[in-house]
């Protein structure tokens, strides 16, 4: 099962950062949280993953609170095509992905 | 790198026949691939876990006689989808993860998806 809550929906400006939330409150110590996007009709894209530290990438930053029980994905220039599901996983010890329902970004011209 | 592909993208069978999709990891070995199944605004399901030269480990209510895996090869898995109904219409996806050991950090690569409509 999912072990990550997000909101159902988001907006964001073009050209603004979109910061997108995700709670996994019962996260284990070595777990990763993985975050992917999915465009109508395709597979999900790989974005980032983290486990303790903030991490950032040419797509997106990943920042994980001190108690590791949320983080948060940042696209720092949100365009168009920024526009997806984007779904953030924890990856169980089965190295198992549970997709919850994930968040839908609309980015607004 | 890390390109995963899928064929056919797109498949239209009658109901009682059986259909067959393949996955394959172009450009790294992948010792474990993933099955999903996606209904119309639904997230991913994970249907099962496939092991090179081993048997597939299934998810619970996913039927295995129903759904048959076969993961040959390092690049390539396959999916039967057998005596299909229109039930089984849906967005099927595979993933492939890189490497042979076993990490915390092994990331999977998603393919692009087959839509399977049974009429």
């Known amino acids: 099962d999912a072990k990550t809550t997000q909101p159902p929906s988001m907006d964001c400006a073009e050209g603004r950062a979109a910061n997108l939330p995700c709670n996994h409150s019962t996260i284990s110590g070595n777990e990763y949280v993985y975050w992917y996007r999915q465009i109508h009709s395709q597979g999900p894209q790989y974005i980032i993953h983290?486990?303790?530290n903030n991490e950032t990438n040419e797509m997106a930053s990943l920042i994980i609170t001190e108690d590791r029980k949320s983080s948060t994905l940042i696209l720092p220039h949100a365009t168009l095509r920024d526009t997806a599901v984007y779904y953030c996983?924890?990856?169980?010890?089965?190295?198992?992905?549970?997709f919850g329902t994930g968040t839908s970004l609309t980015v607004i011209p | 790198g890390a390109v995963v592909s899928q064929h056919p993208s797109r498949v239209i069978c009658k109901s009682g026949t059986s259909v067959k999709i393949e996955c394959r990891s172009l450009?790294?070995?992948?010792?474990?691939m993933f099955w999903y199944r996606q209904f119309p605004k639904q997230s991913l399901m994970l249907m099962a876990t496939s092991n090179e030269g081993s048997k597939a480990t299934y998810e619970q209510g996913v039927e295995k006689d129903k759904f048959l895996i076969n993961h040959a090869s390092l690049t390539l898995s396959t999916l039967t989808v057998t005596s299909a109904h229109p039930e089984d219409s849906s967005f099927y996806i595979c993933?492939?993860?890189?490497?042979?050991?076993?990490?915390?950090?092994?990331?999977?690569?998603f393919g692009p998806g087959t839509r399977l409509t049974v009429l």
């Open positions: 996983i924890v990856r169980d010890t089965g190295n198992q992905f549970y």
């Open positions: 983290g486990l303790k």
């Open positions: 450009d790294f070995q992948a010792t474990t």
């Open positions: 993933s492939a993860r890189e490497g042979g050991a076993v990490g915390p950090t092994d990331t999977q690569y």
